[in-house]
């Protein structure tokens, strides 16, 4: 079936790096994927939908210019986390719906922890 | 606005027992539900789904009916098994929502089921 590859798997960082997380869809194309986040004992939450080829969407609530979303191929979309904190530790998930039966597959998620 | 509430985990169980996690929801209209399976070091898997009120999705074992007079969406299993360990999560899709804006699903926070032989 389908799969979405997302890595790093898990990921330490210092305060004010930034970090670069990349979802492909291996076998279809994706002009739409979805990033996600979930704090501990919090329910996973959309954070914003990317493009290929056009801007991100981002829900209410998520800075933008902080988590940086690039879909310059359909199968390849990366959020950055931009001068994370400590605040920004979560896992992160994403998703790519195959268009052609209307399925969604998710990446195996990211485990951020900022130092 | 939508939202997923599940029971808190962790669920422990012995092999052969019966499951539940409970899954109520609030949303306007009549929103699809789903139930998702994470395994260890694997991407989220669609388990069943259920689009009206009263259908009954099921895969592997698993059941949930969509209750609409309680908004509820419960998973059951009637005898586990020790590869049905896994985080579970419950969701659901707005009724407007078409095209590819069926990713915009609203989570529940998970349950970590671990069952023991």
């Known amino acids: 079936g389908a799969v979405v590859s997302q890595h790093p798997s898990w990921v330490i960082c210092k305060s004010g790096t930034s970090v670069k997380i990349e979802c492909r869809s291996l076998d279809f194309q994706a002009t739409t994927m979805f990033w996600y986040r979930q704090f501990p004992k919090q329910s996973l939450m959309l954070m914003a939908t990317?493009?290929?080829?056009?801007?991100?969407?981002?829900e209410q609530g998520v800075e933008k210019d902080k988590f940086l979303i690039n879909h310059a191929s359909l199968t390849l979309s990366t959020l950055t986390v931009t001068s994370a904190h400590p605040e920004d530790s979560s896992f992160y998930i994403c998703?790519?719906?195959?268009?052609?039966?209307?399925?969604?597959?998710f990446g195996s998620g990211t485990q951020l922890s900022v130092l | 606005g939508n939202s997923v509430t599940q029971m808190e985990g962790p669920v422990t169980l012995s092999e052969e027992a019966f499951l539940t996690i409970n899954c109520t929801y609030t949303a306007t209209g009549y929103p699809s539900l789903f139930w998702y399976v994470q395994y260890p070091g694997e991407g989220l898997q669609l388990l069943l789904k259920a689009t009206k009120a009263d259908d009954k999705g099921s895969n592997k074992g698993f059941e949930a009916t969509y209750r609409k007079e309680t908004t509820s969406f419960h998973l059951e299993k009637g005898s586990v098994q020790v590869s049905d360990s896994a985080v579970y999560f419950c969701?659901?899709?707005?009724?407007?929502?078409?095209?590819?804006?069926?990713?915009?699903?609203?989570f529940g926070q998970g349950t970590i089921l671990t069952v023991h032989p």
């Open positions: 990317s493009n290929e080829g056009s801007k991100a969407t981002y």
């Open positions: 998703s790519a719906p195959q268009e052609i039966n209307e399925k969604l597959f």
């Open positions: 969701a659901l899709l707005p009724a407007n929502a078409g095209g590819t804006s069926y990713g915009k699903l609203t």
